[in-house]
């Protein structure tokens, strides 16, 4: 081929890699909100099927450009070094950042070779089949009928149902002492000349019942003669004043029809009931982040009398910093013997298995499973009576307020097993290996990204510091179910059963795997690994009561044909050496031995 045609096939790369990019940025960018969309608009199989090819799509322009930043890298080298040979094209490169691709096109003419040739077509062919898979997607979108949001997230989704401030105590157990804490707290009066009303937030993650202590607090005996005024209001996910400001006039009983009223009145009116008296007001499920909402809420609170309380119910550490004047009170767990009479309470109607012996062993067997959980403790003993299971739904709100690059990196967090204490650094190195830290953030670092974002998971509590080390951390039983419903069929966590050998189907679409490596792991277990041809994460996870064991060779062999790996863990085998086949693994990022 002439230097000339090189050139315009160079040139029309470049313009179909602008044009995939331009478009394809859009196309990422709106994912999130089309899978969303999907969600609440369509269950159908049709509606199904097609979001199915938008995320195959999806992975085939990530293994693309993959493979086209490795070359850009390939000839960065081979042009900078004039040592080495331009024709030594089978050298394994790592993958780097995405600005080497715009560097690619204008220098790769100066070295031509067949190898450079047949990529450059290749390349070309794959950019327009993957352009006319996005218009074919795109038109059968329209085709299917979504609804684009322009508004952000759906709200619908993520809508829980209205709490009030009654609760019947005598089917509530286990928050006897917490309950006597924050009274106690709330009978102080620890105002300043600088904070009029207290703002004290009780946190803690989804179905441990922050609410129904809220409520049990409310409704204490010495409370009742303590303040002039009460009111309860749930705000949930969307922080709307005027609608938060007419709640609480309603609750407190206002003589005024308030629906009429336009914002400014409201507060005004809010203000003449508040003025002078000390009063108790219970914001319950609050998720808003926006200092100046909060501003914009709190004024009228500033005609109370000193001493007046505000009560705050959290899952956000971000909210805790917000509206906090005093510590948060971190909620913690139930006793299985506390969760055990929830669950008989609502599963028989009883405090206790007396009437129903047979039943004892399996129900506490059942409660163990809710790792002190009351919320799960109270739907499982539902269930016995035909009621809807609520668990997923509760804590699935802390799944769809997270950012599209947060829900990433948590849902790559199924992969690890039920109970494994992990430690920070552990879990970012994979994120980054795995090019969830790539895009740029206002400069910053790709670790410090990390750290950003695992604090971020720790503050809304789907992370929780280890009871056995402090160093390291852990996700409840039902938050790690949380992740498992976000991975979808991208992710598999084999089962957490090596003994016997088990075997197990892979699915072709499957990108990211993990199990419990047993003592002789071989054919039989991994019998149909060849459908796994994109699979980019192979990762053996050791618990701290399990030994080394044994990879057959001949498994070792197969994966290191997966030339899509970026993360591979070959951790608690005994391999006494890697074949050399290793360096074809071009997109390795991580690699533990």
Known sequence: MSITGDAVLSASIELLVNKLASEGLRFFARQEQILADLMKQRT??????????????????????????????????????GERDATNDDQPISSTGTSILRKLIPTCCTTFTPRLIKFDYTIMSKIKEINARFQDIVSQKDLLDFKENSVGRSRKVRQRRETTSLVNEAKEYGRENEKKEIVELL????????????????????????????????????????????????VSEDFDITRI????????????????????????????????????????????????????????????????????????????????????????????????????????GTRDFNMHKSLEEIGKKIVIKCNGLPLAAKTLGGLLREER???????????????PRLKQC?????????????????????????????????????EDLGHMFFKELHSRSLFQKSSNDTSRFVMHDLVNDLAQWAAGNRYLRMEDAPEGNKQQRFSKSLRHLSYIPGGHDGIKRFADFDDTEHLQTFLPVMLSNCWGGHLAYSILQRLLKLHRLKVFSLCGYQIPE??????????LRYLNL
């Open 187 to 234: 009978l102080r009066d620890d105002s300043t000349s600088h904070d009029l009303f207290s703002v004290f937030p009780i946190i803690g993650m989804g179905g441990l019942g922050k609410t129904t202590l809220a409520q049990l607090v409310y409704n204490d005996a010495r409370l009742q003669d303590h303040f002039d005024l009460k009111a309860w209001t749930c």
């Open 410 to 446: 948590f849902t790559y967090c199924s992969l690890l097993p039920k109970d494994y204490e992990f430690k920070e650094e552990e879990i970012i190195l994979l994120w980054i290996a795995v090019g969830f830290l790539d895009q740029e953030d206002n400069g910053r670092e790709r």
């Open 44 to 81: 159908d199989q049709s509606a199904k099927l097609w979001l199915g090819e938008l995320q195959n799509l999806a992975y085939n322009v990530e293994d693309l450009l993959d493979e086209f930043e490795t070359e850009a890298l390939r000839r960065k080298l081979l042009l900078g070094d």
């Open 578 to 587: 890697l074949p050399n086949s290793v360096g074809d693994l071009r997109y």
């Open 389 to 403: 299971c609520d668990i997923l739904p509760a804590l699935k709100v802390s799944y769809y307020y997270l950012s």
């Open 245 to 348: 400001t007419k709640s609480i006039l309603n609750s407190i009983g206002t003589d005024q029809n308030v629906d009429s009223l336009h914002f400014d009145k409201l507060q005004v009116e809010l203000k003449k009931q508040l003025s002078q008296k000390k009063f108790l007001l219970v914001l319950d499920d609050v998720w808003n982040e926006n200092y100046n909402d909060w501003i914009d809420l709190s004024r009228p609170f500033e005609a109370g009398a000193p001493g007046s309380k505000i009560v705050v119910t959290t899952r956000n550490q971000a909210v805790v910093a917000i509206m906090g004047t005093v510590p948060a009170y971190p909620l913690k767990e139930l006793s299985d013997e506390d969760c055990l009479n929830i669950f008989t309470q609502h599963s028989l």
